[in-house]
């Protein structure tokens, strides 16, 4: 009885440390994903969509992650409770209640790392036509186009101003 009682501990220990252990990877993925939504909302044009795609995509992999995660430790602390007696059932139930709330952690660090993702894309789409406006007018064939038109005005009201002012 002490032998499974025992092995119930290791396990429900495990279990907590698997549980503790899912939630910091979730919270470092979700740093990440934040990390590379900033960095994509620093970037401009094409390459900024991408990277906040790119950003959206790793928040939504990083939660499914820790989904995964979550679930294994819940799994291993159902079956340390499964396993043991009263006093390891009672560690196992701990761990497992760790293990729920490393859970929850991890999902919430996973919806807010997909949250700042999204801003980061409608951040990125809103940044795109400003970038490319700007582009477009500090442009020296804009100059040019402008400058041509300027002058063909001037000298179109020079000719007919000419061509008015002697009668045929």
Do not use: D, N
């Not at 960095?39 to 989904?67: D, I």
């Not at 952690?105 to 997909?114: D, G, S, T, W």
């Not at 041509?148 to 000298?155: D, K, P, R, T, Y």
Request: zero cysteines.
């Amino acid at each position: 009885m002490r032998a499974a009682g025992a092995e119930a501990s290791k396990k429900a220990e495990e279990a907590k440390l698997a549980a503790e252990e899912a939630g910091r990877r979730a919270e470092e993925a979700a740093r990440q994903a934040a990390g590379a939504a900033e960095a994509a909302m620093r970037a401009a044009g094409a390459e900024a969509a991408r990277k906040a795609e790119e950003a959206k995509l790793a928040a939504e992999e990083a939660g499914h992650r820790a989904e995964e995660a979550a679930e294994r430790a819940r799994e291993a602390a159902e079956e340390a409770m499964r396993a043991a007696g009263a006093e390891a059932a009672r560690k196992a139930e701990e761990a497992k209640l760790a293990a729920e709330e490393a859970g929850r952690r991890a999902e919430e660090a996973a919806e807010r790392a997909r949250e700042a993702a999204e801003e980061a894309v409608m951040k990125a789409e809103a940044a795109l036509p400003r970038a490319l406006v700007k582009k477009v007018l500090a442009s020296w064939e804009f100059m040019a186009i402008i400058i041509i038109i300027f002058l063909g005005a001037v000298v179109s009201a020079v000719l007919i101003s000419f061509a008015l002012s002697y009668p045929i």
